[in-house]
């Protein structure tokens, strides 16, 4: 039976990920920074909490993450750990940059210090490549963060570039584009619009506030992407994949999509509110998942439409 440990299970990538491979049989360890006081919702929403193993473990602790990847032996490691929050990052960046690119370095280097053949994926982010404009971003696009979370991301990127080249470790980043599911938290856009549309559809009187809503993003459904994941770690050889649907819309389209489904006219709902605008935005995220076709057999069934759609329903369903 194959070992993986997931940094970061308690996501929404985390808890699809141990779903996806309980099923294929492995035995799955998770890490939390306290797993004796975190809930682990998303777990039992999946009703998978009593099948996984869970440890407590700190990313920015190297002596933490050894104790850790010597008590579990793990056969794949999927690091997705880390502040997760783009528009948090702007307020907390060095805890973003800490979490997310010493807690990556401490993995690799751990890694390399059991010398073990121990599989590593990392989850990337297309916050990297920052304003793309009308050109769909590849594995050979150039970074240009705009945040302090994509900062730190492209750094996480580039020390696994460097420790698979430098060490030979099987170690490859993911540059997933957004992605989204029901176990999305409302602190996302994304949840925060589904959950208001439902409220008002069921006799709310609050309105729907939000900033810059000409933003375009290539949006796809989170299970579908955990699958590219575990497929990149199945490969003979490492290598980083865009994961992507490879079609944008905008944040306009995304509300008028969700109010639409609960047959709600978005236009008298919502309201523009500047405070909520970022330092900097990127107005277009565009992804070319080819590679990631050609090599890993992966493609996005489920679009923009498709994924509001099924979030819509999991909320009603759960109200």
């Known amino acids: 039976m194959k070992k993986a440990l997931i940094c970061g299970i308690s996501g929404q990538d985390g808890a699809y990920l141990a779903q996806l491979l309980l099923n294929q049989g492995y035995s799955v360890c998770g890490t939390s920074r306290d797993?004796?006081?975190?809930?682990?919702?998303?777990?039992?929403?999946?009703g998978i909490r009593e099948q996984v193993k869970l440890e407590s473990m700190a990313l920015t602790d190297f002596r933490s993450v050894l104790q850790v990847l010597t008590k579990i032996q793990p056969d794949e490691i999927y690091?997705?750990?880390?502040?997760?929050?783009?528009?948090?990052?702007?307020?907390?960046?060095?805890?973003?940059?800490?979490?997310?690119?010493?807690?990556?370095?401490?993995?690799?280097?751990?890694v390399r210090f059991l010398g073990k053949r121990i599989k590593l994926y990392n989850?990337?982010?297309?916050?990297?490549?920052?304003?793309?404009?009308?050109?769909?971003?590849?594995?050979?696009?150039?970074?240009?963060?705009?945040?302090?979370?994509?900062?730190?991301k492209a750094t996480a990127f580039w020390e696994v570039a460097n420790y698979r080249e430098a060490y030979g470790l099987f170690a490859c980043s993911g540059i997933l584009f957004n992605h989204e599911s029901p176990l999305r938290p409302e602190r996302?856009?994304?949840?925060?619009?589904?959950?208001?549309?439902?409220?008002?559809?069921?006799?709310?009187?609050?309105?729907?506030?939000?900033?810059?809503?000409?933003?375009?993003?290539?949006?796809?459904?989170?299970?579908?992407?955990?699958?590219?994941?575990?497929?990149?770690?199945?490969?003979?050889?490492?290598?980083?994949?865009?994961?992507?649907?490879?079609?944008s819309t905008s944040?306009?389209?995304?509300?008028?999509?969700?109010?639409?489904?609960?047959?709600?006219?978005?236009?008298?709902?919502?309201?523009?509110d500047n405070s909520l605008?970022?330092?900097?935005?990127?107005?277009?995220?565009?992804?070319?998942p080819a590679k990631a076709a050609n090599n890993l057999g992966w493609q996005a069934k489920?679009?923009?439409?498709?994924?509001?759609q099924m979030m819509v329903?999991?909320?009603l369903a759960k109200s």
């Not at 997705?80 to 370095?105: D, H, K, N, W, Y």
């Not at 009187?205 to 810059?212: A, C, H, I, P, S």
């Not at 944040?251 to 523009?272: G, K």
């Not at 489920?302 to 509001?308: A, E, F, G, L, T």
């Open 35 to 46: 797993a004796q006081i975190s809930s682990f919702q998303n777990l039992i929403h999946l």
């Open 79 to 110: 690091n997705l750990a880390g502040q997760s929050s783009v528009g948090l990052s702007f307020g907390q960046p060095v805890e973003t940059l800490e979490s997310i690119a010493t807690g990556t370095l401490n993995l690799l280097e751990a």
């Open 123 to 152: 989850a990337g982010s297309s916050e990297c490549f920052g304003d793309t404009g009308s050109i769909a971003a590849d594995e050979n696009t150039p970074f240009r963060p705009r945040s302090p979370y994509a900062v730190a």
């Open 188 to 247: 996302f856009v994304t949840q925060k619009i589904v959950a208001t549309a439902c409220r008002i559809a069921q006799g709310s009187t609050e309105q729907l506030y939000l900033g810059n809503m000409q933003i375009q993003r290539d949006w796809g459904w989170a299970p579908e992407y955990i699958e590219a994941m575990y497929l990149m770690l199945q490969q003979q050889h490492p290598d980083d994949y865009v994961i992507a649907t490879g079609e």
């Open 251 to 272: 944040l306009e389209d995304f509300v008028a999509a969700a109010f639409a489904s609960v047959n709600l006219d978005w236009q008298e709902h919502t309201v523009i």
């Open 277 to 288: 605008l970022r330092p900097t935005d990127l107005a277009v995220g565009r992804g070319n």
């Open 302 to 308: 489920y679009k923009m439409k498709d994924v509001v």
């Open 313 to 315: 329903e999991a909320r």
